[in-house]
C-alpha cells in the first residue's frame, strides 16, 4: 500500500495534522480510539488553547523555535474553528478556555475536518520496523493481525511523549529520532505533582490554598497549591515542577496577596481577646493553622502578639523553603519536557534538516507549555505547520 503521508499517532497533532496533509494520509494509532489525551482533558472538558497563547509560555532548549508555527497558526484560528463546528466554550481562568459540554466535541471536529479531507484512520494498528530507502518510507504494521508493509513518501510523527503510560504512551517518537541520527534532549515528567518521602504533608491532604510557588531560578506561580498525602499538587506546583530540578528546594508563599500583617495587627484592636489560632484562621485555611502549630509557637491572644513577633511569622509564611524527594513521575504528568531537538527541524515545517519529509510535531518536540491549553495549541500550531508544508508539495 502506498500513500502520500503516513502520520503515526491520532492524538491532537496528529489529527489536526491530517486535515491539512492533503490527499492520500493515513493515520495510525495502537489505540482503541483516537484522541484519549484529549478525551481525559480539562476534566473531561478539554483546556483546548489559551487566550494569551505565545512562545514565552513555553520551554524549549531554543526558545525562538515555536514563534514561527504560533504565529502561522495562532489560538485565534483554533478558535474560529470551534466556532465554526457549533462547539460552545468558555473562559475559565487567566485564559484558558474550555468546551461547554465534552472534550468529545473537539475530537469529534477533528474526526470530521479529517474526514472532509479524504485521511483514513487505522487504530488498533501496531507500528513495526521503519526504513527510509532515500525516496520513500516504509513503515511495518499490524492491524487486527495481520501485517502490512505502508509505503510513505512523508513520514509524520505525532505519538506523543513518555507522560501517562496508562493512556498508551511509549517514547516511540525518541526512538524513531534515534534510529535517524537525530538528537534527543533530555526529558523528564513535567506539570506533575511533587512527592515527599516523608509524607509530612499527608496530615494536610486535600487542604487548598492561594500561593506563590517559586523555584530556584526565580520562576513563580500564583495559583492554587493543593497538599496531598504524597506531597503536593495544584495548578502552581505543576507550573513550577516543569522549571524544578532534582534536589533543590522550592519556595511556597501562602499568604502571596493577603497583606496578613497588617490585618493581623489592625484585629489586636477589634479581636484583641480573641486566640491568635482563631484570628489567623480567618485568613488562610484552618487545618493549615493547625499543622503549623506543631512546630511554630501560635499560642496566646491576639492581643498579646508583638509587631516583631508578627512580622516574623509572616515572613515565614510567604517564605517557607521545602525540598521535594521527587515528582509522581510520568505516571501523572501532563506532559512530558524536552524531546527532540529542535536544532534538527525546521521552525517553519517541522520537517527534519537532514531527513527530507520526515517530521516530528506536538509532545515529541522539544517544545513544552505551560498548564492552561498552551501544550493542545502547540499540538495544533506545529500540526499545521507539517500538515500544509506536506501538502504544498503534493
Given at each position: ?273 480573641k486566640a491568635f489560632k482563631t484570628v ?115
Open positions: 500500500m502506498h500513500v502520500n503521508t503516513l502520520i503515526l499517532g491520532a492524538g491532537a497533532a496528529g489529527l489536526h495534522c491530517a486535515a491539512h496533509a492533503g490527499p492520500r494520509t493515513l493515520v495510525v494509532d495502537h489505540a482503541k480510539a483516537a484522541g484519549e489525551k484529549i478525551r481525559i482533558s480539562g476534566g473531561g472538558r478539554c483546556n483546548f488553547t489559551n487566550l494569551g497563547a505565545s512562545a514565552a509560555n513555553f520551554i524549549s532548549q531554543n526558545p525562538h523555535f515555536a514563534k514561527s508555527a504560533l504565529a502561522r497558526y495562532t489560538q485565534w484560528d483554533f478558535i474560529e474553528l470551534v466556532d465554526r463546528h457549533g462547539i460552545k466554550w468558555h473562559e475559565k481562568t487567566l485564559g484558558q478556555l474550555f468546551c461547554d459540554d465534552s472534550a468529545k466535541d473537539i475530537i469529534a471536529m477533528l474526526r470530521t475536518q479529517m474526514d472532509a479531507a479524504g485521511a483514513q484512520l487505522w487504530l488498533n494498528t501496531s507500528i513495526g520496523d521503519i526504513s527510509y530507502d532515500g525516496t520513500n518510507f516504509n513503515v511495518t504494521l499490524t492491524r487486527n493481525g495481520k501485517v502490512a508493509t505502508v509505503q510513505a513518501t512523508s513520514l509524520v510523527v505525532a505519538t506523543g511523549g513518555k507522560s501517562i503510560p496508562k493512556m498508551g504512551a511509549t517514547g516511540l517518537a525518541y526512538q524513531i529520532a534515534d534510529q535517524f541520527d537525530l538528537a534527543v534532549t533530555d526529558i523528564k515528567a513535567a506539570l506533575v505533582p511533587f512527592t515527599f518521602s516523608d509524607e509530612k504533608f499527608k496530615p494536610l491532604a486535600g487542604t487548598a490554598t492561594p500561593a506563590r510557588v517559586t523555584t530556584n531560578d526565580g520562576t513563580a506561580f500564583d495559583e492554587a497549591l493543593l497538599f496531598t498525602h504524597r506531597g503536593l499538587s495544584g495548578p502552581a506546583v505543576l507550573q513550577a515542577s516543569s522549571y524544578w530540578n532534582d534536589g533543590e528546594n522550592i519556595s511556597l508563599n501562602v499568604i502571596p496577596d493577603t497583606g496578613l500583617a497588617a490585618a493581623l495587627k489592625q484585629a489586636r484592636t477589634t479581636d484583641g481577646r489567623l484562621a480567618h485568613h488562610i485555611p484552618a487545618r493549615l493553622v493547625d499543622y503549623l502549630s506543631v512546630s511554630a509557637d501560635l499560642s496566646g491572644n491576639i492581643a498579646d502578639w508583638s509587631d516583631t513577633r508578627i512580622d516574623r511569622l509572616c515572613n515565614d509564611l510567604a517564605n517557607w523553603s521545602v525540598k521535594p524527594s521527587g515528582t509522581e513521575g510520568y505516571r501523572t504528568a501532563e506532559v512530558t519536557l524536552g524531546g527532540i531537538d529542535t536544532n534538527g527541524l525546521s521552525s517553519k515545517t517541522m520537517e527534519t534538516k537532514t531527513i527530507p519529509n520526515l517530521y516530528f510535531i506536538g509532545e515529541a518536540v522539544d517544545v513544552t507549555g505551560w498548564l492552561g491549553g498552551y501544550n493542545f495549541q502547540w499540538a495544533w500550531s506545529s500540526a499545521y505547520a507539517a500538515g500544509t508544508a506536506i501538502a504544498a508539495r503534493s
